[in-house]
């Protein structure tokens, strides 16, 4: 299990409130498991991995009647619909990988923009591949994926006929509603479920992130035994060492002190992405009412050597959260050199892994020095397991937070807003006064 350590950020907390909010924290988890909170009618993510295994079964069966035979595989969704899988992918395959653990078929993504630009350089990507798509809405109405599938539908049918086009098509979407479902009713389109009550920042685990993960070559059963494991101990664990009660408590502590900003750090490119699906995950459930975190993410090292000065010295409305992972096996040393001209020699044999790793404490004592609160939390390495484990965990904490914060962690009527105005400025009938 991951280790979650908070002294860099309680020590900003007079123990008063601490305790007061550890106490608020424990509400908010009964408050959760009771079923009596906002929004609780989408709590089906909460034991979600004990009900997927004929999903892990459906997901494997597709991905392996596809690997070989097919190039490239085009992931279309946004949001919650895409964030998850794009999340797992960029973690668990090889850096250079050009999307996925294996080199056929090569994962992309799409109807996560609108951009012209991207659309033709993905049309041309695809202009002399075998390729199939895996369609992620789970209204089935979200305007950027469905104009992908329209564009990619209409290239594939072009090319590769009615037949073949059905054949190479999945639909992840809602079990009997909205215009997917019926997309896939009339075209006999194959199709996965997405449960009722299950939102898309919280899908994840389910078939909305389990087909496209599996699709890449990840062994989505351990994926979903990390979650499974993270479950069994966080719902279990009474007590205010238990992970999610700590953090909870402690991001509503240092935000009714003043932070508004929740900086959420790394120390290895293959979790950009995770700093992408947290930034999801805790703006949607807890940026309403006029309150909230505002989540940002960093990618460290790189970053110290530019917003790193506004964190070390600009205004201190923030704090951090850093993911810290270790290494494969392999190790990478600081090699003999035929002189010491660039001074390195003090790190003669010394591993790269233990220089970001100080290069991470570093960063801790210099930030925390300079009034920035640091929580951080250490899995061994990235795979499937841990990022089983990331994702309940966050998840978990997202929604005891946002029950502290007095927030319903489950809707998104801000986001409802961009939707409609977007709709009334294009002229969607209906929309249009
Ligand atoms: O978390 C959410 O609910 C959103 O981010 C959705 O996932 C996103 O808007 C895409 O919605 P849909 O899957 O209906 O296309």
Same mark, same amino acid.
């Given at each position: 299990?991951?280790?979650?350590?908070?002294?860099?950020?309680?020590?900003?907390?007079?123990?008063?409130?601490?305790k007061?909010?550890?106490?608020?924290a424990?509400?908010?988890?009964?408050?959760?498991?009771?079923?009596k909170?906002?929004g609780?009618?989408?709590?089906?993510?909460?034991d979600?991995?004990?009900?997927v295994?004929?999903?892990?079964?459906e997901?494997?069966?597709i991905?392996?009647s596809?690997?070989? @035979?097919?190039?490239? =595989?085009v #992931? /279309?969704?946004?949001? +919650?619909?895409?964030?998850?899988a794009?999340? !797992?992918?960029?973690? $668990?395959?090889?850096?250079?990988?050009?999307?996925g653990?294996?080199?056929?078929?090569?994962?992309?993504?799409?109807?996560?923009?609108?951009?012209e630009?991207?659309?033709?350089?993905?049309?041309?990507?695809?202009?002399? @591949?075998?390729?199939? =798509?895996? #369609? /992620?809405?789970?209204? +089935?109405?979200t305007?950027?994926?469905a104009? !992908?599938?329209r564009? $990619?539908?209409?290239?594939?049918?072009e090319?590769?006929?009615?037949e073949?086009?059905?054949e190479?098509?999945?639909?992840?979407?809602d079990?009997?509603?909205?215009?997917l479902?019926?997309?896939?009713?009339?075209?006999?389109?194959?199709?996965?479920?997405?449960?009722?009550?299950?939102? +898309?920042?919280?899908?994840?685990?389910?078939?909305?992130?389990?087909?496209?993960?599996?699709?890449?070559?990840?062994?989505i059963?351990?994926?979903?035994?990390g979650?499974?494991?993270?479950m069994?101990?966080l719902?279990?664990?009474?007590?205010?060492?238990?992970p999610?009660?700590?953090?909870?408590?402690?991001?509503?502590?240092?935000?009714?002190?003043?932070?508004?900003?929740?900086?959420?750090?790394?120390?290895?490119?293959k979790?950009?992405?995770?700093g992408?699906?947290?930034?999801?995950?805790?703006?949607?459930?807890?940026?309403?009412?006029?309150?909230?975190?505002?989540?940002a993410?960093?990618?460290?090292t790189?970053?110290?050597?530019?917003?790193?000065?506004y964190?070390?010295?600009?205004?201190?409305?923030?704090?951090?959260?850093a993911?810290l992972?270790?290494?494969?096996?392999?190790?990478v040393?600081?090699?003999?050199a035929?002189d010491?001209?660039?001074?390195?020699?003090?790190?003669?044999?010394?591993?790269l892994?233990?220089?970001?790793?100080k290069?991470e404490t570093g960063?801790?004592l210099?930030h925390?020095?300079?009034?920035?609160?640091?929580i951080y939390?250490?899995?061994?390495?990235v795979?499937?397991?841990?990022?089983?484990?990331?994702?309940?965990f966050?998840?978990?904490?997202?929604?005891?937070?946002?029950y502290?914060l007095?927030?319903?962690?489950?809707d998104?009527?801000?986001v409802?807003?961009y939707?409609?105005?977007?709709?009334?400025?294009?002229?969607?009938?209906?929309?249009?006064?």
């Amino acid at each position: 299990m991951f280790k979650l350590f908070t002294d860099c950020a309680t020590r900003f907390i007079p123990e008063k409130s601490m305790k007061v909010l550890l106490g608020e924290a424990h509400e908010a988890m009964e408050l959760l498991l009771s079923g009596k909170g906002k929004g609780a009618d989408m709590r089906g993510w909460i034991d979600l991995p004990l009900y997927v295994d004929d999903v892990i079964k459906e997901c494997n069966e597709i991905a392996s009647s596809w690997a070989g @035979k097919l190039d490239a =595989v085009v #992931v /279309i969704g946004i949001g +919650g619909s895409y964030l998850g899988a794009k999340c !797992a992918l960029k973690a $668990l395959s090889h850096t250079f990988s050009l999307g996925g653990m294996k080199p056929k078929p090569v994962i992309v993504f799409g109807g996560y923009s609108l951009s012209e630009d991207y659309m033709s350089d993905l049309l041309g990507y695809l202009k002399d @591949k075998e390729f199939g =798509v895996i #369609v /992620i809405s789970k209204s +089935g109405t979200t305007t950027e994926p469905a104009i !992908a599938f329209r564009i $990619l539908k209409k290239v594939m049918l072009e090319r590769f006929g009615p037949e073949v086009t059905r054949e190479r098509i999945v639909a992840v979407t809602d079990g009997e509603k909205g215009a997917l479902r019926e997309m896939c009713k009339k075209y006999g389109y194959r199709s996965l479920a997405v449960p009722n009550a299950v939102g +898309g920042r919280y899908s994840v685990l389910s078939s909305v992130g389990l087909l496209p993960i599996a699709m890449a070559g990840c062994d989505i059963r351990r994926f979903v035994e990390g979650a499974k494991d993270a479950m069994n101990v966080l719902l279990n664990d009474k007590s205010d060492e238990n992970p999610v009660i700590q953090y909870a408590a402690i991001r509503n502590a240092l935000y009714r002190q003043g932070k508004k900003i929740e900086v959420f750090v790394n120390y290895n490119p293959k979790l950009k992405y995770l700093g992408e699906w947290l930034k999801q995950l805790f703006a949607e459930s807890e940026g309403k009412e006029t309150k909230g975190l505002f989540p940002a993410s960093l990618d460290l090292t790189t970053d110290l050597h530019s917003v790193g000065q506004y964190i070390q010295d600009g205004e201190r409305t923030m704090f951090e959260t850093a993911i810290l992972a270790g290494s494969r096996e392999v190790e990478v040393k600081i090699p003999e050199a035929e002189d010491n001209l660039d001074g390195l020699d003090y790190l003669k044999g010394r591993t790269l892994e233990e220089i970001n790793s100080k290069a991470e404490t570093g960063t801790r004592l210099a930030h925390v020095s300079g009034g920035v609160p640091n929580i951080y939390l250490k899995i061994d390495k990235v795979d499937e397991w841990n990022m089983g484990q990331l994702f309940y965990f966050f998840e978990l904490s997202c929604a005891v937070s946002a029950y502290i914060l007095g927030v319903n962690p489950f809707d998104q009527p801000g986001v409802d807003v961009y939707k409609n105005e977007l709709y009334r400025l294009l002229g969607r009938p209906g929309y249009t006064d």
